[in-house]
């Protein structure tokens, strides 16, 4: 399916995981992103700002 979503954010299905506190890890962000929406990472979440930065900058890449 094409949308204005899915050509902005260059995804396959105009699908948007929300921000949820206490599961939104990168696991779940990847697991989105891999079966073709737009997984989020919950900032929050993770306990401090270099968690954060960790996960952000981990091998969690869609594999599409």
């Known amino acids: 399916m094409k949308t204005r979503i899915t050509e902005l ?3 396959q299905h105009p699908i948007i995981q ?3 506190h206490y ?5 779940l962000a ?3 992103s891999n079966a073709g929406g737009l997984g989020i990472i ?3 979440t993770q306990k ?3 968690l ?3 996960k952000t900058q981990t091998d969690n890449k ?3």
């Open 9 to 11: 954010f260059g995804i």
């Open 18 to 20: 929300g921000g949820m």
């Open 23 to 27: 599961v939104g890890f990168a696991e």
């Open 30 to 32: 990847a697991a989105v």
């Open 42 to 44: 919950t900032g929050l």
């Open 48 to 50: 401090t700002p270099d």
């Open 52 to 54: 954060l930065a960790n």
């Open 62 to 64: 869609p594999q599409h």
